[in-house]
């Protein structure tokens, strides 16, 4: 409970504190590992990324949900690299569903407004047919959360029913100007 609070009151910190978002110099995709665990509902026909330039990487995914599914559930789990890749204060459980409803998860929606511009998943439940990412590529200014420079990977494990159904596991490299930032 106590750590609870602690984390809401560093959160709102976070998200009040006053920060460039041009500080960052990089802020992209470094890896992304997407694997279906039950092809008979869940099928990646693509996942992957592409370097545009030295900063811009971009990320394409194609999949498709072989029957509707109105039953949603998320682990998120961001990690950062030292050593290994570690726990980094991220570990959300939550129903994608009622959150599609109600918008009220400020880390999900920090993450779900990286990315929905490029998607076709800007809806509510149910989910069928195609899941398409198009050349999304991070936008620092989007990153309303000033994070230390370092390598990160977001796993996000998908249940459908309760159950595991596929995990993307998206790596990402995030670099402050420092020059700008002294
Ligand atoms: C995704 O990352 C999680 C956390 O590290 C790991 O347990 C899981 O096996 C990964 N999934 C895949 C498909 O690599
Ligand atoms: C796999 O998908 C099928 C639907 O095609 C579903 O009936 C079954 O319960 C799923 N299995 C698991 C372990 O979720
Ligand atoms: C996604 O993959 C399917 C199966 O390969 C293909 O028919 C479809 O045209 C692809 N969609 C896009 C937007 O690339
Ligand atoms: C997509 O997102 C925008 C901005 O959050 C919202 O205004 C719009 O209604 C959404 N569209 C659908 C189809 O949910």
Redesign the pocket.
């Known amino acids: 409970m106590q750590s609870k609070v602690i984390f809401c009151v560093l959160f709102g910190i976070f998200l009040t504190s006053t920060f460039d978002f041009n500080d960052a110099v990089v802020f992209k995709f470094t890896n992304v ?3 279906s665990f039950n092809k008979s509902w869940f099928v990646f026909h693509n996942c992957r990324l592409k370097a545009v330039s030295r900063t811009k990487v971009t990320f394409n995914m194609n999949a498709t949900i072989l029957h509707p599914t109105n039953d949603i559930f998320i682990h998120a ?1 961001v ?1 950062k690299r030292a050593n290994g ?1 570690k726990p980094w204060l991220f570990d959300v459980n939550f129903d994608a569903c009622l959150y599609l409803r109600r918008r009220s998860i400020p880390f999900v929606s920090l993450v779900y407004g990286l990315v929905k511009e490029f998607s076709n998943i800007n809806h509510t439940c149910p989910y069928v047919g195609p899941q398409i990412i198009k050349d999304f590529y991070l936008k620092p200014e989007l990153l309303r959360l000033p994070i230390p420079t370092g390598d990160y ?1 977001l ?3 998908w249940l459908f029913n309760k159950k595991p159904q ?4 998206v790596s990402f490299t995030f670099v402050e100007d420092l020059l700008k930032s002294k």
């Open positions: 590992v997407c694997e789990k990690f890749y990977m796993s996000l494990q596929f995990d993307t596991n």
